[in-house]
C-alpha cells in the first residue's frame, strides 16, 4: 500500500528556518518525482515543485523558486521542504504527493502539514 | 502560465440530484505525445486532497462510478451522477501539460 506520512505542525517566527518532511512506503521511491504543494488559507491549490531521488533532480514552479528548497533522502525514502527564513505569508499547509509521470498528476497525496507563521 | 478558470465556484446540490463542474484553460492540454493531461481531485473538509480522474476521463481505483470527466482542448467537465452526501466539499481540476502545472480555483459542492 502507498503511503506518505508527513510530518507533524509547527509554529514559527518570522524569519525562522524549518524543514518539513514525508516518508514515502509502498513502493521505490526512486522511481517517482515527489511533489509539495500549497493550501494557503481560503485559497485554491498551487504546486510548488518537485524532487526526484533517482534521478537527483529537482523541479520548481517559477513561482517558487528561491523561496523554498526540496530535496530527498533515498536511504530512508522521504522528501523535506525547507524555507530557510520564513514570512507570515508561509503560514498554509503544505501536501506532499507523488507525482504519476504517465498520467501528469499527483495519484497518492500525505495528509498535510500545517505551518504557522506569527510573530 | 496556464491559467485554469472553474465555475461555478460554489454548486449547492440535492441528494441524488446530477451535479456538474466545467475546468477551462486558456491552452489546449492536448500534449504533444497525444494524450490530453487533465485532473479532477476532490478535497473533502478535514482532509488532503484525492484523486478521482486523470487523463481526462479516467477513474481512479475506488472511485464510484457515478463520477466520470469528460472534455478536450480547452473545454472539460466532472459529471456526478447522483449526490450522495459523502460528495461534499471541494473540487479541482489540474492541467498536467504545461509548465507549470496549474490548479482550478476549487468549486465547493454542498448538499442543500
Known amino acids: 500500500e502507498v503511503q506518505l506520512v508527513q510530518s507533524g505542525a509547527e509554529v514559527r517566527k518570522p524569519g525562522e528556518s524549518l524543514r518539513i518532511s514525508c516518508q514515502t512506503s509502498?513502493?521505490?521511491?526512486?522511481?517517482?518525482?515527489i511533489g509539495w504543494v500549497r493550501h494557503m488559507p481560503g485559497k485554491g491549490l498551487e504546486w510548488m515543485g518537485l524532487?526526484?531521488?533517482?534521478?537527483?533532480?529537482?523541479k520548481y514552479n517559477p513561482s517558487f523558486e528561491g523561496q523554498v528548497t526540496i530535496s530527498a533522502d533515498e536511504s530512508i525514502s522521504t522528501a523535506y521542504l525547507q524555507w530557510r527564513r520564513l514570512k507570515a505569508s508561509d503560514t498554509a499547509i503544505y501536501y506532499c504527493a507523488r507525482h504519476d509521470n504517465s498520467d501528469q498528476s499527483f495519484d497518492f497525496w500525505g495528509q498535510g502539514t500545517l505551518v504557522t507563521v506569527t510573530s | 502560465d496556464v491559467v485554469v478558470t472553474q465555475s461555478p465556484l460554489s454548486l449547492p446540490v440535492t441528494l441524488g440530484q446530477p451535479a456538474s463542474i466545467s475546468c477551462r484553460c486558456d491552452?489546449?492540454?492536448?500534449?504533444?505525445?497525444?494524450?490530453?493531461?487533465l485532473s479532477w481531485f476532490q478535497q473533502r473538509p478535514g482532509q488532503s486532497p484525492r484523486r478521482l480522474i486523470y487523463r481526462v476521463s479516467n477513474r481512479d481505483s475506488g472511485v464510484p462510478d457515478r463520477f466520470s470527466g469528460s472534455g478536450s482542448g480547452t473545454d472539460f467537465t466532472l459529471k456526478i451522477s447522483r449526490v450522495e452526501a459523502e460528495d461534499a466539499g471541494v473540487y479541482y481540476c489540474?492541467?498536467?501539460?504545461?509548465?507549470?502545472?496549474?490548479f482550478g480555483q476549487g468549486t465547493k459542492v454542498e448538499i442543500k
Open positions: 491552452e489546449s492540454l492536448l500534449h504533444s505525445d497525444g494524450n490530453t493531461y
Open positions: 489540474m492541467q498536467g501539460a504545461h509548465w507549470p502545472w496549474t
Open positions: 524532487v526526484h531521488a533517482g534521478f537527483s533532480a529537482t
Open positions: 509502498g513502493y521505490t521511491f526512486t522511481t517517482y518525482w
